[in-house]
């Protein structure tokens, strides 16, 4: 079976950094279009960016502009680098295929601070 795991969320005030990262436990990672999402508390979960096999990228109005998504196909794992923080950022972060068919992570919380 399929395991994803996320990594490198933490707390950090407004307008800081962070690299999150998703390894993923198959080789047909390469061949998938990939995706970051987000849950915040008392909401849905919602996609911010994705990342075809190709590498283009499409990004969440929210969050355009200051993240950026990028894959290691070599390694199975994707990231998101997310700059210039906000409080509204606030959520825990998972990685799946675009169309959501792998079993869901634990996630990465990111708490950003005012």
């Known amino acids: 079976q399929v395991q994803l795991v996320e990594s490198g969320g933490g707390l950090v005030q407004a307008g800081g950094s962070l690299r999150l990262s998703c390894a993923a436990s198959?080789?047909?990672?390469?061949?998938?279009?990939m995706g970051w999402y987000r849950q915040a508390p008392g909401k849905q979960r919602e996609l911010v960016a994705s990342?075809?096999?190709?590498?283009?990228?499409n990004y969440a109005d929210a969050v355009k502009g200051r993240f950026t998504i990028s894959r290691d196909n070599a390694k199975n794992t994707v990231y998101l680098q997310m700059n210039s923080l906000k409080p509204e950022d606030t959520a825990v972060y998972y990685c799946?295929?675009?169309?959501?068919?792998?079993?869901w992570g634990q996630g990465t919380q990111v708490t950003v601070s005012s």
């Open positions: 799946n295929t675009r169309l959501g068919v792998y079993p």
């Open positions: 198959t080789s047909s990672f390469s061949i998938n279009a």
């Open positions: 990342i075809t096999s190709g590498s283009n990228t």
